[in-house]
């Protein structure tokens, strides 16, 4: 697969007034390629394109109403494991970062999943790190089944596989996938990954293709910003959503964008994407893909989240916990130290057991949220801006 365009200079400013006079109801030309090219979606995220910013503000919304309404889909992360055998360094699951881990059995991913459910949700995103002795194909299986009868959507976010491998997690009632590369600069992904199938950068670029090929109907992806330059970063997620969109057109596809947050290793963050750069970066992905859902989680504060609604966001997570139990504290009791893929107890009375009031387990979470407000707080909010938030909009009855 060679999709990834070389991003030496920016183009002139002809082309942002050009990409601001495209019509959103001619996005596409007769052969269903965007109107709105590459070089177009570089322009877009420009420092020349920055001062036009609130003409860029008002072309997005006015796009994003055309082809999504006024409506925010909410959804909600359930991590079911944080083992993981990848030694990424600006993941808080990494291998050597000795945290406190725990992977749920079945009974405590159906009490996680309920809480959910009580709380509104419909639309729920599994999520584990990559470890085949605690989080194999068939626990996955296990898991998406349990869960199907009462939950219309079921996505995952889980260590790459083949296609056979997929199947029968497809089989069992999950219908879309998530796949971040992290980042599309080589070196860098080279650099960040020093341990663990996960340094295969070709293996996981090409995952969202053998997911496509064991039939999921959605793909999301995205580069982890904060890693390399951001404006390659986004010019190369645009070139593969591209080359997905030809290639896997059954398909929908959604590109989320998620910043780095603090987790546990303490990374810091090698490149800054400010929030003014994140406005700029919603309302080009809007404008070169109108029909393209764009995500984004509670990795954003609250304020920043309300301020992007109406600019081309259709996806959002709320309430969400970035540790396996955090939303009813199942596993607490089960919770060690991993050791080269050996659990290793607590000793009685460790420290380590404190009670946490803020917290309903003390595994240790991927990444800080940004955004802390319940679910229902951020419901209200959405309806306040004159959008409706969606729970459900799918149901499998309509494959059948």
Request: proline share 6%; net charge neutral.
């Amino acid at each position: 697969m060679s999709f990834v365009p070389e991003f030496n200079s920016l183009p002139l400013e002809a082309l942002v007034k050009k990409s601001l006079a495209t019509d959103a109801a001619t996005a596409r030309d007769a052969a269903g390629k965007p109107k709105i090219s590459l070089a177009d979606f570089a322009a877009l995220i420009s420092p020349a394109a920055a001062e036009n910013l609130e003409a860029l503000c008002r072309r997005a919304q006015l796009m994003t109403q055309q082809r999504f309404g006024k409506v925010i889909r909410l959804f909600a992360p359930l991590y079911l494991s944080n083992e993981c055998i990848n030694n990424c360094s600006y993941c808080g699951f990494s291998r050597d970062n000795p945290i406190l881990r725990v992977t749920l059995s079945l009974d405590e991913v159906r009490r996680e999943a309920a809480e959910l459910k009580a709380q509104g949700f419909r639309n729920l995103l599994l999520v584990a790190g990559e470890h085949p002795k605690f989080v194999s194909n068939g626990y996955m299986r296990d898991c998406i089944a349990a869960l199907h009868a009462d939950w219309p959507s079921i996505s995952l976010e889980v260590g790459p596989m083949e296609t056979e491998d997929y199947r029968p997690l497809v089989a069992a009632g999950s219908d879309g996938l998530i796949v971040y590369q992290e980042t599309y600069d080589r070196e860098i992904y080279s650099q960040m990954h020093t341990a663990g199938p996960k340094r295969n950068f070709d293996w996981r670029l090409e995952t969202p293709e053998r997911a496509y090929a064991a039939g999921f109907r959605r793909l999301g992806i995205s580069p982890l910003y904060g890693l390399a330059d951001w404006r390659y970063e986004a010019l190369s997620v645009a070139a593969h959503a591209e080359y997905l969109l030809r290639n896997c057109w059954k398909a929908a596809i959604t590109i989320s964008l998620p910043r780095l947050r603090p987790c546990a290793g303490e990374f810091q963050p090698l490149t800054h994407l400010g929030d003014r750069e994140l406005v700029q970066l919603v309302c080009a992905f809007r404008l070169m893909f109108p029909d393209v859902g764009l995500v984004l989680s509670t990795r954003e504060p609250a304020r920043l989240r309300n301020g992007l609604i109406p600019l081309g966001i259709t996806m959002m997570s709320a309430g969400a916990r970035t540790e396996p139990g955090g939303y009813t504290g199942a596993g607490k009791e089960k919770i060690h130290h991993t050791e080269r893929g050996v659990i290793k107890e607590l000793a009685s009375g460790s420290s380590e057991w404190a009670v946490q009031p803020e917290r309903a387990t003390n595994a240790t979470g991927q990444f800080q949220i940004a955004d802390e407000r319940p679910p229902h707080e951020v419901a209200a909010q959405i309806r306040n801006l004159g959008y409706e938030p969606v729970w459900k909009d799918w149901d499998a009855a309509l494959t059948m």
